[in-house]
Nanobody
Framework: QVQLVESGGGSVQAGGSLRLSCAAS????????MGWFRQAPGKEREFVAG????????YYADSVKGRFTISRDNAKNTVYLQMNSLKPEDTAVYYC????????????????WGQGTQVTVSS
């Protein structure tokens, strides 16, 4: 079992940057594939980015490609989401999630979730 805690959210102006972190408890972090998701008010939760166990393979939603970068540090039990060139439409609560099998966009396939961190981008 793993517990996830996100941090790093905040309010920025369009064009700005934020770096989200997701710290995992337990010694088995490295066996999980990790994803970042977001949920805007009135919308369904959506996949943003994913990284495999080793960190060698990454996946992105088309809406964030070229602007966001996901990475992980297994020694620190942490996954990151570097967000650059932020847009107002990136405003949402951001969640990290873990699953044992390959990265997928389906939120129902993830076993563990953090509590979320708010990101607000103003124009």
């Amino acid at each position: 079992q793993v517990q996830l805690v996100e941090s790093g959210g905040g309010s920025v102006q369009a064009g700005g940057s934020l770096r989200l972190s997701c710290a995992a408890s337990g010694r088995t972090f490295s066996i999980y594939n990790m994803g970042w998701f977001r949920q805007a008010p009135g919308k369904e939760r959506e996949f943003v980015a994913g990284v495999n166990r080793s960190g060698m393979s990454t996946y992105y939603a088309d809406s964030v490609k070229g602007r966001f970068t996901i990475s992980r540090d297994n020694a620190k039990n942490t996954v990151y989401l570097q967000m650059n060139s932020l847009k107002p439409e990136d405003t949402a609560v951001y969640y990290c999630a873990a699953r044992l099998f390959t990265i997928v966009v389906d939120t129902t396939k993830y076993d563990y979730w953090g509590q979320g961190t708010q990101v607000t981008v103003s124009s």
